[in-house]
């Protein structure tokens, strides 16, 4: 029988993503107090998400030792400003005019346990977001289609790419919320979980 594989978030977006990598996890969400500024980090966006993902994960490996654990923290990033989610509309409107035109960075910080007691696996990937020019205009038809209140930088980049988006560098699921290739080459190479075959080229 295989191990139990247990996703540390509630992210429906993270759920899909996994979905897409094995056919049974189940969800327990961490508790853990995630910190929200660069300074809590050293000004290292890398270490920024690292310690986050880290933090959740342990929070959950720690009541589940003998599952897999994988957690995960994805936030935008502008000029090592760090965008987390907008805490109103008018905060999202804001957001999204400083990206309008110019391109950021997307960091994803993953954490995998593999429920043997083994000394945890944490990486980073990076990917890089060219954001269209915006006018009002546009942001009032994308809020239509996205909630920017629940989204890192105000977006999300599985809807209305067509008004927001003009190019990524690197890893589309990674923007989603979980980089799909890097995480199903470590559950089969390293884990040796059986994994679903791959339908996209992310």
């Known amino acids: 029988?295989?191990?139990?594989?247990?996703?540390?978030?509630?992210?429906?977006?993270?759920?899909?993503?996994?979905?897409r990598i094995v056919s049974a996890f189940r969800v327990e969400r961490s508790d853990a107090d995630e910190i929200d500024t660069l300074a809590e980090s050293e000004g290292s966006p890398e270490k920024f998400v690292s310690i986050n993902a880290e933090m959740k994960g342990v929070d959950?490996?720690?009541?589940?030792?003998?599952?897999?654990?994988?957690?995960?923290?994805?936030?935008?990033?502008?000029d090592d400003?760090?965008?987390?989610?907008?805490?109103?509309m008018e905060a999202a409107h804001a957001m999204i005019r400083l990206l309008s035109g110019r391109e950021h960075q997307v960091l994803t910080g993953v954490f995998i346990s593999n429920g043997r007691g083994d000394e945890p696996e944490i990486f980073v990937e990076t990917s890089t977001?060219?954001?269209?020019?915006?006018?009002?205009?546009?942001?009032?038809?994308y809020f239509t289609l996205v909630d920017p209140l629940d989204k890192a930088g105000a977006y999300g980049i599985q809807a209305g790419t067509d008004i927001i988006l003009k190019q990524i560098e690197g890893s589309f699921s990674n923007v989603m919320g979980l980089p799909e290739a890097r995480v199903r080459r470590y559950f089969a190479e390293i884990l040796g979980i059986a994994i679903l075959p791959r339908n996209n080229d992310d």
Do not use: W, Y
Not at 4 to 17: F, H, M, N, Q, V
Not at 81 to 88: A, I, T
Not at 129 to 141: G, M, Q, S
């Open 1 to 19: 029988m295989g191990r139990d594989i247990i996703l540390a978030s509630g992210s429906p977006r993270r759920r899909e993503i996994l979905g």
């Open 60 to 78: 959950v490996s720690n009541r589940f030792s003998d599952a897999v654990v994988l957690a995960a923290d994805t936030t935008v990033f502008l």
């Open 81 to 88: 400003q760090v965008l987390n989610k907008p805490k109103s």
């Open 129 to 141: 977001v060219h954001f269209n020019p915006l006018k009002d205009t546009d942001i009032e038809r």
